[in-house]
Nanobody, 124 residues
Framework: QVQLVESGGGLAQAGGSLRLSCAAS????????LGWFRRAPGKEREFVAL????????EYANSVKGRFTISRDNAKNTGYLQMNSLKPEDTAIYYC?????????????????WGQGTQVTVSA
Protein backbone atom coordinates (compact mmCIF):
# COMPACT_ATOMS: atom_id res chain seq x y z
CA GLN A 1 0.00 0.00 0.00
CA VAL A 2 1.21 3.51 -0.89
CA GLN A 3 -0.38 6.67 0.41
CA LEU A 4 0.07 9.84 -1.64
CA VAL A 5 -0.57 13.37 -0.43
CA GLU A 6 -0.31 16.37 -2.76
CA SER A 7 0.46 19.89 -1.62
CA GLY A 8 1.56 23.21 -3.07
CA GLY A 9 -1.55 24.12 -4.98
CA GLY A 10 -3.11 27.54 -4.77
CA LEU A 11 -3.75 30.71 -6.71
CA ALA A 12 -1.27 32.08 -9.24
CA GLN A 13 -1.35 34.76 -11.89
CA ALA A 14 -0.85 33.96 -15.54
CA GLY A 15 2.86 33.76 -16.22
CA GLY A 16 3.59 32.78 -12.65
CA SER A 17 4.86 29.58 -11.10
CA LEU A 18 3.82 26.95 -8.59
CA ARG A 19 5.55 23.84 -7.32
CA LEU A 20 3.45 20.84 -6.41
CA SER A 21 4.72 18.13 -4.10
CA CYS A 22 3.57 14.54 -3.74
CA ALA A 23 4.59 12.95 -0.45
CA ALA A 24 4.50 9.15 -0.36
CA SER A 25 4.32 6.79 2.57
CA UNK A 26 3.93 3.04 2.89
CA UNK A 27 5.64 0.63 0.52
CA UNK A 28 8.89 1.52 -1.27
CA UNK A 29 8.38 4.71 -3.23
CA UNK A 30 11.23 3.89 -5.61
CA UNK A 31 9.41 0.75 -6.81
CA UNK A 32 6.91 2.98 -8.63
CA UNK A 33 6.81 5.39 -11.50
CA LEU A 34 5.04 8.63 -10.62
CA GLY A 35 2.49 10.44 -12.72
CA TRP A 36 0.68 13.76 -12.50
CA PHE A 37 -2.81 14.17 -13.89
CA ARG A 38 -5.32 17.01 -13.79
CA ARG A 39 -9.04 17.53 -14.04
CA ALA A 40 -10.22 20.92 -15.25
CA PRO A 41 -13.79 22.10 -14.55
CA GLY A 42 -16.21 20.26 -16.79
CA LYS A 43 -13.51 18.10 -18.37
CA GLU A 44 -12.17 14.59 -18.05
CA ARG A 45 -9.04 13.91 -16.05
CA GLU A 46 -6.00 14.07 -18.31
CA PHE A 47 -2.35 13.11 -18.26
CA VAL A 48 0.17 15.84 -17.45
CA ALA A 49 3.58 14.26 -16.82
CA LEU A 50 5.30 11.15 -15.57
CA UNK A 51 8.72 10.10 -14.30
CA UNK A 52 10.17 6.62 -13.97
CA UNK A 53 11.45 5.13 -10.73
CA UNK A 54 14.95 6.61 -11.03
CA UNK A 55 13.94 10.06 -12.25
CA UNK A 56 15.91 9.79 -15.48
CA UNK A 57 13.02 9.11 -17.85
CA UNK A 58 10.15 11.54 -18.22
CA GLU A 59 7.14 12.18 -20.47
CA TYR A 60 4.96 15.27 -20.81
CA ALA A 61 1.66 16.19 -22.35
CA ASN A 62 2.13 18.53 -25.30
CA SER A 63 0.13 21.21 -23.51
CA VAL A 64 2.72 21.52 -20.72
CA LYS A 65 5.94 20.58 -22.48
CA GLY A 66 8.59 23.23 -21.96
CA ARG A 67 6.68 24.81 -19.06
CA PHE A 68 6.35 22.00 -16.49
CA THR A 69 9.10 19.83 -15.04
CA ILE A 70 8.51 16.59 -13.18
CA SER A 71 11.10 15.24 -10.77
CA ARG A 72 11.43 13.04 -7.71
CA ASP A 73 13.63 12.59 -4.67
CA ASN A 74 13.50 8.96 -3.59
CA ALA A 75 15.47 9.70 -0.43
CA LYS A 76 12.62 11.97 0.65
CA ASN A 77 9.83 9.79 -0.81
CA THR A 78 8.57 12.85 -2.64
CA GLY A 79 7.71 13.76 -6.19
CA TYR A 80 7.45 17.25 -7.63
CA LEU A 81 5.82 19.13 -10.46
CA GLN A 82 7.37 22.52 -11.16
CA MET A 83 4.91 24.60 -13.14
CA ASN A 84 6.19 27.75 -14.86
CA SER A 85 4.60 30.18 -17.31
CA LEU A 86 1.20 29.22 -15.99
CA LYS A 87 -1.88 29.85 -18.10
CA PRO A 88 -5.54 30.15 -17.09
CA GLU A 89 -6.17 26.86 -18.90
CA ASP A 90 -3.88 25.15 -16.39
CA THR A 91 -6.59 25.68 -13.77
CA ALA A 92 -7.53 22.23 -12.49
CA ILE A 93 -7.32 19.80 -9.63
CA TYR A 94 -3.92 18.13 -9.87
CA TYR A 95 -3.44 14.52 -8.80
CA CYS A 96 -0.31 12.46 -8.33
CA UNK A 97 -0.44 8.72 -8.83
CA UNK A 98 1.91 5.75 -8.58
CA UNK A 99 2.28 2.80 -10.94
CA UNK A 100 4.65 -0.18 -10.99
CA UNK A 101 4.74 -0.62 -14.77
CA UNK A 102 6.29 2.42 -16.49
CA UNK A 103 5.26 0.98 -19.84
CA UNK A 104 1.59 1.52 -18.94
CA UNK A 105 2.06 4.87 -17.25
CA UNK A 106 0.39 6.99 -19.94
CA UNK A 107 -2.90 5.19 -19.20
CA UNK A 108 -4.47 6.39 -15.96
CA UNK A 109 -6.64 3.29 -15.55
CA UNK A 110 -3.52 1.22 -14.76
CA UNK A 111 -2.31 3.31 -11.85
CA UNK A 112 -2.19 1.56 -8.49
CA UNK A 113 -2.48 4.49 -6.08
CA TRP A 114 -3.85 8.04 -6.22
CA GLY A 115 -3.63 11.11 -4.04
CA GLN A 116 -6.62 13.22 -3.11
CA GLY A 117 -5.68 16.13 -5.36
CA THR A 118 -4.70 19.75 -4.92
CA GLN A 119 -6.41 22.74 -6.53
CA VAL A 120 -4.47 25.02 -8.86
CA THR A 121 -6.16 28.21 -10.03
CA VAL A 122 -4.52 30.53 -12.53
CA SER A 123 -5.99 33.99 -13.00
CA ALA A 124 -5.65 35.97 -16.21
Amino acid sequence: QVQLVESGGGLAQAGGSLRLSCAASGRSFSDYALGWFRRAPGKEREFVALVNWSGYSTEYANSVKGRFTISRDNAKNTGYLQMNSLKPEDTAIYYCAAIRDYGLALEQQYYDYWGQGTQVTVSA
